[in-house]
């Protein structure tokens, strides 16, 4: 059999979570199944290290989709040459887009929805388009993959589409991420906070991420608390946010990481006193989840899907509200039995994500769209 995928996040950068899925799926999948041709199919070149599987072959094929009509043209024109020319059997396309010109089964992988319920977040375009194309995408796909129950009764309610249809994958959680000892804890602390304890929230300057209302909840708490804590952010900052950062009173204890290792990553949130985790909207809620297998307190927002992923593992705020974002973590910081509490309920909750299961029923969803 031969499979296409379409690979065009592959590897884009080790912050992105969807990025991440792809590669732990797929990674099991072309090692578990070596009787089976497994085609990447991307708009641009993507680092070649991450293919270490004899039955792949890469494809790189433009244009690059920097736009919505190259993102349409791409799937719709070039994507329904390359099945016909390598006798494809099936197409599995992650990133909410499926081609609408092929007759090939598609299994599709749907895991944002925010258009629909954060269109303030995205680019009217963007919000535009999937509001035009979401129901011919989940009417033309014969088996849809999403991340929670959450998300597959959004899309059932939203777009009348059966419950049969739609499977849940769930995520999966990177090994690198696990409890570090209390030596090298001092160590990461000593690197990055002068020895001092820090909340930690990963994170670009992308609207969803909600930084700003971070600041002002780390700011209150400063105040209140009058402790030495640090707030690490980890991620892509831009210049205005350093700008509007500069100008918070606690800014010098406040430190900004960028381009980290996957492995220097886990460290850190290994090492943190809690993660506070300010999206507006996130449907993969991989971050916490590494956060409690690393045996860290997880404070975070209550929208979507994360109270359905995280469990009772987390202490929710309202992301909206920086002063119930405050008051969580002044309560984590005050309260040691509930940091202690959280501990424990994220080592249990953490345990029910693995890689394995989740490329399992990947792989289940798209035999059922073949045999559909």
């Not at 912050?15 to 009787?35: G, H, V």
């Not at 991450?50 to 790189?60: D, G, P, R, W």
């Not at 009509?69 to 020319?85: D, E, G, S």
């Not at 940091?339 to 424990?344: D, M, N, P, Q, Y």
Request: aromatic residues 12%; positive net charge.
């Amino acid at each position: 059999m031969t499979i296409a995928v379409n690979t065009r996040f592959f590897g884009e950068t080790q912050a992105d979570d969807l990025s991440n899925f792809l590669f732990e799926c797929l990674s099991r999948l072309t090692e578990k199944y070596p009787q089976h041709q497994f085609i990447y199919i991307s708009d641009k070149p993507f680092d070649k290290n991450l293919v270490f599987s004899k039955n792949v072959t890469t494809l790189i094929t433009g244009p690059e989709t920097k736009n919505i009509l190259l993102t349409q043209y791409w799937f719709n024109y070039k994507i329904p040459a390359i099945l016909r020319k390598y006798k494809a059997d099936a197409f599995i396309s992650l990133g909410s887009i499926c081609s609408l010109r092929t007759k090939l089964p598609q299994c599709l992988f749907v895991h944002d929805l925010s258009f629909l319920h954060y269109p303030q977040l995205l680019k009217r375009a963007r919000v535009r388009f999937f509001k035009k194309f979401m129901p011919r995408f989940l009417a033309k796909a014969k088996t849809i993959a999403t991340v929670s129950q959450f998300y597959k009764l959004a899309i059932v309610d939203q777009y009348k589409i059966d419950a049969d249809k739609i499977d849940v994958v769930y995520v999966g959680i990177n090994k690198k991420f696990r409890p570090i000892v209390s030596e090298e804890r001092e160590t990461i602390k000593e690197k990055y906070t002068d020895g001092k304890e820090y909340f930690f929230s990963p994170g670009s300057t992308h609207l969803n991420n909600n930084l700003i209302n971070l600041l002002k909840a780390f700011s209150f708490f400063k105040k209140r608390q009058k402790s030495n804590m640090i707030l690490l952010i980890a991620g892509k900052t831009d210049e205005g946010f350093k700008k509007e950062l500069a100008t918070f009173k606690f800014r010098n204890e406040v430190r900004l990481l960028e381009n980290l290792s996957k492995e220097e990553l886990a460290k850190i949130t290994a090492a943190a006193y809690a993660m506070v985790y300010p999206v507006f909207y996130d449907s993969l809620a991989m971050a916490p989840l590494q956060a409690m297998q690393c045996e860290v307190p997880v404070v975070s927002s209550n929208t979507g899907a994360l109270r359905e992923l995280c469990g009772d593992a987390a202490l929710y705020f309202d992301p909206e509200d920086f002063k119930d974002m405050a008051e969580k973590m002044m309560l984590v910081f005050k309260d040691e039995n509930m940091a202690k509490e959280l501990i424990r309920a994220g080592k249990i909750q953490s345990q029910r994500y693995d890689w394995d299961k989740t490329t399992d029923l990947l792989w289940q969803s798209l035999l059922k769209a073949i045999n559909s």
